[in-house]
């Protein structure tokens, strides 16, 4: 951040016409965090690039060099979500308040969750800030920071060609055009994203607590969203439960042959900054990769190339901790430790804020770090963790000092085995807050890991350094460490000739190969196979002999299911896989119709009977023609609220956990009750109790209601397609399916399958242009991805652009 004798000359900035707001911007951008790129300038020359669009307008990048690489990505991006992107790179900047006022919010949801924008740009200039951004930077590999400052340049070729050629002249629209709040980028820009991705596990969800933090405030930060502190805590990643993804990897046992099949489905944001874009990078004789990052990122995250797949699920593993402090009495911005006094460092930031009428100045805060991780005041969620005059919360998120993630990430897109791809992932320790499943070429074995950057928390540190409130958050969080910061002692722990202070070391984090199948559905890695369940690891990592979700039982039945059918080839499993992955069923109703109506519907009562016919008849499924899901989301919601050691006959039990719990209490008055509220929930909504699923659950492109399938992660679905906000249509605000691979190889290489249910183009699901993909979704269609250059060249849908810098 400037100094404060640089004030006057950051106002004076903003001192000027509104049509001059775009340049004057873009001064302060580069003002606040170092000199203009050169990627804003006009880079060293490169090699002719080619973009080519295939089906569903995926692009296709190729180059000879990895800044050539990089520039045709970016530019790719920019064509599919300009708009999404500046704003994300406005907001990354801690700029959001300058564009958009200090008391707005992004519209989108995302991972940084809903704080106000003041709030978020105070929290990106503190952890994305110049030093950050440098260190993150010296850690790369040369070729990935080549990737990166080409992407920057990409980005900025394809907004000097908006500004230079007239409305409707080829270049693809953008609602955002000309706003001032559209900038060139530098690779600066994107390291910061790169930050932000890596903090979602920890910090982001926290972003008020932690900024707003002041000592012994007489009224504690009020946190951004409503949610209780256990609720907060636990949602691993991002706003909502269910926020999360399905991995299935079936090795030779199950495919017949010496081959496997993988199955990769993120439930993820579709839209807004940390949405997918997919993409196929080639660069010869060193890349070939396709598959899917998110929006700013230039590497692929979730895809295959030629010898591996690989996908990934949110970790039930807690990536951050609490540090209870006791506090100098003389001073409350003063920590004890081993019996001295200690000073929390003081950062002052500066962002400037535009008022609304017109006027811009420098809004100031001071942020409070200590040895262990910033000050963060949780006393609105519950008076006793505020900042107080004797006792204070530091919070540390391992990933911020985790510099690996995405040189990660760029080693396995160029991985040649599954034995290599897996070293790579025990060297590095790097994944942030994902667990990883992956196979092999000519390989039988299937990959599952929740190695990654885990806090060094072992049992045996836990309990030396409880306190009082150890002990009463771990009846919130029994995952989330929270140890004495008096004492030097309760400090993480180092691996011995680890990667980075404070982490876990790779063999003390779980792992499996098996021949038959692991898979994961956000539970812990402790059922990734029942027949092998995975024990004896750090409670931190996420716990053993819990129940799984009603998601993780499904994706467990379809699993052993698949893995038994008597597969004769791996291309045999995989066209299975595909029908199961998409048939929407509800296994809450599966499991449990049955029961629920034999109580629910003994009274005879006609909007009640009515309703008892509408579930007999459905199918258990949710697709979009299927008559009685919407009756079933209502009613099973009210059963929820039924305690379930009062639901439930039979608990849960870890020697029995996919069949428990059970036999549930359908005789119990709140079951009719539950279905006599669903009732009158339909009728206030107006919606007949066998209205189809389709009327209510779709998707708006090109002028056109696309009806989908799938529900929500409470009711079962292993298919998840969730609105937000209690809506059932489907757009840029909404959770679900978003990318799906089955990946597969044969004698020719990779084969894969592919949807990407939101489409490539920001304006698919909210009316706009980009139907195609969201169209071939909503009617199961999987695309045959042209991976070869032969695929590529007979596509019926290919365009060739070009580029020539």
Not at 467 to 489: C, F, I, Q, W
Not at 643 to 653: C, G, I
């Amino acid at each position: 951040m400037p100094p404060a004798n640089d004030d006057v000359d950051l106002l004076s900035f903003f001192r000027v016409p509104a049509r001059g707001l775009c340049v004057a911007a873009l001064g302060i951008s580069f003002a606040v965090f170092g000199a203009a790129p050169a990627s804003a300038r006009g880079g060293a020359p490169t090699d002719s690039i080619e973009i080519r669009r295939t089906t569903d307008g995926i692009p296709h990048v190729r180059a000879n060099n990895w800044r050539g690489l990089g520039l045709g990505y970016g530019q790719a991006q920019a064509e599919d979500a300009l708009c999404t992107l500046a704003e994300a790179f406005v907001t990354y900047s801690g700029q959001r308040s300058l564009y958009f006022g200090a008391e707005g919010k992004p519209r989108t949801r995302s991972t940084f969750g809903e704080a106000d924008n003041l709030d978020l740009d105070f929290f990106f200039r503190a952890f994305a800030g110049p030093e950050a951004v440098e260190a993150l930077k010296r850690e790369q590999p040369a070729d990935l920071n080549e990737l990166i400052a080409g992407y920057a340049e990409g980005y900025n070729r394809h907004l000097r060609t908006l500004q230079s050629r007239k409305p409707g002249r080829g270049a693809p629209s953008h609602a955002c055009a000309g706003a001032p709040w559209v900038r060139a980028i530098g690779p600066e820009d994107v390291y910061r994203r790169m930050i932000a991705a890596g903090l979602a596990g920890g910090y982001t969800r926290f972003v008020s607590e932690i900024v707003n933090a002041k000592p012994a405030a007489a009224a504690p930060p009020v946190p951004a969203d409503k949610l209780s502190l256990s609720s907060r805590l636990d949602i691993p990643v991002g706003d909502a439960r269910g926020i999360g993804s399905n991995v299935l990897a079936f090795g030779q046992a199950a495919t017949g042959e010496r081959g496997g099949v993988l199955f990769g489905n993120p439930h993820w944001y579709w839209g807004g900054p940390d949405r997918f874009h997919q993409a196929h990078l080639t660069l010869p004789g060193k890349l070939d990769v396709a598959g899917v990052s998110f929006l700013g990122i230039p590497v692929i995250m979730i895809g295959f190339n030629n010898d591996v797949a690989w996908s990934h699920t949110v970790s039930a593993a807690r990536r951050f901790g609490l540090f209870d402090l006791t506090l100098d009495t003389a001073d409350p911005t003063r920590y004890m430790v081993d019996g001295r006094s200690e000073p929390m460092q003081a950062q002052t930031l500066a962002v400037a804020v535009r008022r609304s009428d017109g006027s811009v100045d420098l809004v100031r805060r001071t942020l409070y770090r200590t040895r262990f991780g910033p000050v963060v005041d949780l006393g609105a969620r519950n008076p006793a963790l505020a900042w107080g005059a004797r006792k204070a919360l530091a919070m540390r998120d391992i990933n911020a000092d985790n510099l690996r993630i995405f040189r990660n990430f760029f080693r396995w897109n160029q991985a040649r085995s599954l034995d290599e791809f897996m070293a790579i992932q025990r060297e590095e320790t790097a994944m942030p807050w994902v667990n990883t499943a992956a196979i092999g070429r000519g390989d039988g074995r299937a990959w599952y890991a929740d190695i990654g950057a885990v806090p060094g928390v072992p049992e045996d540190l836990r309990a030396a350094c409880a306190t009082p409130m150890s002990k009463a958050l771990a009846a919130l969080d029994p995952a989330m460490p929270v140890l004495d910061g008096s004492r030097s002692a309760c400090e993480w722990q180092s691996a011995k000739n680890g990667v980075q202070p404070g982490a876990m070391a790779a063999d003390r984090m779980p792992s499996l190969l098996r021949e038959d199948y692991v898979a994961n559905m956000n539970d812990s890695y402790w059922l990734t196979n029942p027949a092998w369940p995975l024990s004896g690891f750090a409670s931190i990592l996420g716990g053993e002999g819990q129940p799984l979700t009603m998601r993780g039982w499904e994706g467990h039945r379809i699993a052993s299911e698949l893995a038994s059918a008597g597969a004769t080839s791996a291309k045999a499993l995989a066209d299975r896989v595909m029908r199961k992955a998409l048939e929407a069923r509800a296994s809450t109703a599966d499991r449990f119709k049955a029961a629920l109506l034999g109580g629910a519907c003994a009274k005879d009562q006609a909007d009640i009977q009515r309703a008892c016919d509408v579930l007999r008849r459905w199918s258990n499924r949710a697709d979009a023609n299927d008559r009685g899901a919407l009756l079933w989301d209502a009613f099973w919601t009210r059963v929820q609220e039924i305690p379930a050691n009062e639901l439930y006959a039979q608990p849960f039990s870890a020697s029995a956990p996919l069949q428990t719990p059970s036999a549930i209490q359908a005789a119990d008055p709140r079951v009719a009750s539950a279905l006599a509220g669903a009732v009158h929930d339909m009728a206030r909504k107006g919606w007949a109790l066998d209205t189809p699923l389709g009327q209510q659950r779709f998707a708006r492109s090109e002028g056109r209601k696309l009806p989908l399938f799938g529900g929500c992660d409470a009711e079962g679905y292993f298919t998840v397609a969730c609105a937000n906000d209690g809506d059932y249509a489907m757009d840029d605000r909404s959770h679900g399916n978003t990318y799906l691979q089955v990946v597969y190889f044969d004698r020719r290489g990779v084969q894969a399958r592919t949807l990407l249910a939101h489409g490539e183009r920001e304006t698919a699901v909210t009316g706009g242009s980009g139907l195609g993909p969201v169209a071939r979704y909503a009617r199961k269609d999987w695309l045959r991805f042209p991976f070869r250059e032969e695929d590529i060249a007979r596509d019926p849908q290919l365009r060739r652009v070009t580029v020539r810098p």
